[in-house]
């Protein structure tokens, strides 16, 4: 059978879920497209998602109506949130199915920064339905890019039978977040009736616990419009690595990822505004960012990705707060994050990258001592302010290091 996937948290689902789903099974004659909730979004906080018992009945009732368009328990059935590793059980449990994953031009530009991108599209044709808040230059540009990179230029392409499939379509950038942060009376066209029905009866989304996080689609478009372009491909850059990393060190890569496009969310405050921000909301200024406020940035984005973006992930806000200076202890994806920054693939001029790339998905605290010991050395060396929790995170790393 020719198997259409389309995945998400769905909550809600809305009328471009149906309306996507409806394109793909008409363009492409598929035999059957699933709606397929989440079991746990990796990028979401899962305790502010509705509970699988509202969505599921919602996927339920979206679909009914229709035929060939249903709802599949597959991933929450089976404890799932990667994408790859859902298309891989359902090849190995049903070989004889044509898969074809279905995502939005809004999620495809980052989609090789997923779990395992080329699993998926190993399993799976890819089909990319462009919508209307998505520019043409962009998205073309972004499809050209995975043309070349996964069918072109490489290994897979010798046996790889599937293929991208893009769809042009009408749709519109409908979000379930603009409909969980909106009236419900506002969002009725937005929404299958008897979907609105259901939110309406059950009374969701009509208090703060909800998931009001933004998508990374959604961040990364805002940070495209308030950073530098420089700063802002660094951000993709240190992003990409330390989700490369976070799967090294056995890290959840979608937080490292997040964490990664967060880091610099402060970068284009002045100093200024730094502190005005610190001040404002009660965010402590040590004596060494008093001399130095731009070491702010990485305390103020913490603080923007939690009050502007709503991330919630303590793990996700610490990396973007101490990526910067570093600390003692980290916890990993904080070193990741530290680590990513400098090393990233546009660094040019810091010193010992090709030793330190070289050991970057190898021994993680190695990495942060001997960035630790160039950073200090370049401070020193630019008689420029030391912050003493990159001193004490200097002396922490060297002692654990010498203890392997």
Not at 12 to 29: Q, S, W
Not at 40 to 63: D, G, Q, W, Y
Not at 218 to 234: A, C, G, P, T, W
């Amino acid at each position: 059978m020719k198997i259409g996937i389309l995945g998400g948290t769905f909550d809600p689902v809305h009328n471009t879920h149906i309306y996507m789903a409806k394109e793909v099974l008409k363009g492409l004659k598929l035999d059957k497209v699933y709606l397929m909730p989440s079991f746990c979004p990796p990028h979401k906080n899962s305790a502010k998602i509705t509970s699988e018992f509202h969505r599921v009945n919602m996927v339920k009732l979206a679909v009914e109506e229709f035929d060939n368009i249903e709802y599949s328990d597959f991933e929450i059935r089976n404890n799932l949130s990667y994408t790859a590793d859902t298309l891989t059980l359902w090849k190995e449990q049903y070989p004889e199915d044509e898969l074809y994953f279905i995502i939005g031009g809004d999620s495809v530009s980052g989609f090789e920064n997923w779990y395992h991108p080329e699993i998926i599209l190993e399993k799976a044709t890819l089909v990319v339905i462009r919508r209307n808040d998505v520019t043409l230059e962009t998205f073309e540009k972004t499809i050209k890019h995975l043309t070349i990179k996964y069918y072109l230029n490489s290994e897979m392409s010798s046996h790889n039978q599937n293929r991208l499939v893009v769809l042009d379509t009408d749709v519109s950038g409908i979000s379930s977040s603009f409909i969980r942060n909106h009236p419900l009376e506002k969002c009725k066209d937005l929404l299958p009736a008897k979907v609105y029905e259901y939110i309406h009866r059950n009374m969701l989304y009509m208090n703060e616990d909800v998931n009001m996080a933004w998508s990374v689609a959604e961040i990364k478009s805002d940070l495209q419009k308030v950073l530098k372009k420089s700063r802002y491909v660094h951000t993709l850059s240190v992003a990409g690595l330390a989700k490369d990393m976070a799967e090294a060190f056995d890290v959840n890569p979608n937080q490292a990822y997040l964490a990664g496009l967060l880091h610099d969310c402060a970068k284009h405050y002045s100093n200024e505004q730094l502190i005005e921000t610190c001040v404002k909301n009660d965010i402590m200024i040590s004596d060494y960012e008093k001399k130095a406020p731009y070491l702010l940035h990485g305390k103020v984005g913490a603080y923007i990705a939690e009050k502007k973006y709503n991330i919630e992930d303590e793990q996700v806000l610490n990396a973007v707060k101490w990526h910067t200076t570093g600390k003692s202890d980290m916890t990993k994806l904080e070193q990741i994050i530290f680590c990513a920054d400098y090393i990233e693939p546009g660094r040019t001029v810091q010193p010992n990258l090709s030793f330190l790339r070289k050991i970057s998905m190898k021994d993680l605290d190695l990495l942060t001592f001997h960035i630790l010991n160039d950073t200090l050395d370049y401070l020193q060396h630019k008689n420029q302010i030391i912050d003493s929790f990159t001193e004490e995170a200097f002396e922490f790393y060297k002692e654990k290091v010498g203890e392997k």
